[in-house]
């Protein structure tokens, strides 16, 4: 478990600064400044800390837009709507299954950044630079697998570049927000699946207390427990969490 905390933390942190560097020339010369006076170097030492500080604290803000996190919980919060528990599940066990399905998701995007990056940056076999890219390039491959061309055109024509030629040229800066309207996208879609035989429940109870004059009975009362009870008898939670994993192959 240590070493796959140490993983995702090593990911967020080179994701962050490989996107940092590649959206600010200003923040890329800062982090290479290397001048001949212990002063400046000292200054730049600084400005290395101030800037890794700030790389880790946009970590969630990483975790949540740039893995699979954001489809799982957009989709785990439509479940709960739609059976209309309310507060059941609660945030934190909604949040706490929407994480370890991410751990699980994201396993062999981050065994390659392990094989590829953090070891042999650890074992002093690459430079912090080499290692960057390294570890870029596996969540770049995830995330262009669920991104839609359609987002991706979109962002790279608001971006006044060049078209590109194949995915290497599209920077990172272009692919997150392509990657994270894709997947609100998906989200929607499976929600809207979801939704639609809780739905009709609603529809026939609310049609049968019409017709029997009980208008001032709320229809929510009555179709909740066979919303429960079909989700209970369906294996609902099986069939979302599956519905999850295998929509990221």
Partial sequence: MKSRLLKFAFGWGVLGLGI???????????????????GAQQTSSSLQIL??????????????????FTRIIVVLSFVRNALGTQQLPPNQVLIGLALFLTFFVMEPTWNDINAQALQPYMNNKITQTEALQKAEEPLRT??????????????VGMAKMERPKTYHDIPTYVLIPSFIISELKTAFQMG???????????????????????????PMMISLPFKLLLFVL????????QSLVTSFH
């Fill in 192 to 218: 809207f699946a979801i939704f639609i035989p809780f739905m009709v429940i609603d529809m026939i109870v609310s049609s049968t207390l019409m017709s029997m004059g009980m208008m001032m009975l709320p």
């Fill in 20 to 38: 940092l560097q590649q959206a600010s020339p200003v923040l890329a010369a800062v982090l290479t400044l290397d001048l001949g006076n212990n």
């Fill in 51 to 68: 800037l890794l500080l700030t790389v880790l604290s946009i970590a969630p803000a990483i975790l949540v837009l740039m893995t699979s």
């Fill in 142 to 155: 995830f995330m262009f697998k669920q991104t839609r061309e359609k987002d991706l055109e979109l962002f």
């Fill in 234 to 241: 369906v294996d609902g939670w099986h069939l979302v969490v």
